[in-house]
């Protein structure tokens, strides 16, 4: 059974950091993609970073580029995603997702994704 689990999520002040941690099991390919999604009610869940297990290939929503940075630990099948210089814009509640692809066109398309995490808030105050 496939089990991802977010954690790290909260409340921080304009400018601030958080690390968000996405925790996989169960994933039998022998690549895989962790993706990151956020999504605020009544909007779209928006995808925003990707990297894959083996290259660590990352892709960037444009909207979190240079702010936000993506990485794994294989051995603890952990992704991390570390957001600095957060905005009010980025309150959301952001989900992990796994699949076999990293990509731009892929993270425009979350219904493609099989698994997915609980999630977790981010809520950033102005």
């Known amino acids: 059974e496939v089990q991802l689990v977010e954690s790290g999520g909260g409340l921080v002040q304009a400018g601030g950091s958080l690390t968000l941690s996405c925790a996989a099991s169960?994933?039998?390919?022998?690549?895989?993609?962790i993706a990151w999604f956020r999504q605020t009610p009544g909007k779209e869940r928006e995808g925003v970073s990707c990297?894959?297990?083996?290259?660590?290939?990352?892709y960037y929503a444009d909207s979190v580029k240079g702010r936000f940075a993506i990485s794994r630990d294989t051995a603890k099948n952990t992704v991390y995603l570390r957001m600095n210089n957060l905005k009010p814009e980025d309150t959301a509640r952001y989900y992990c997702?796994?699949?076999?692809?990293?990509?731009?066109?892929?993270?425009?398309?979350?219904?493609?994704?099989?698994?997915w995490g609980q999630g977790t808030q981010v809520t950033v105050s102005s």
């Open positions: 997702a796994a699949d076999v692809v990293c990509s731009n066109w892929y993270l425009q398309r979350p219904h493609l994704y099989d698994y």
């Open positions: 990297i894959r297990r083996n290259e660590g290939d990352t």
């Open positions: 169960g994933l039998t390919a022998e690549d895989t993609a």
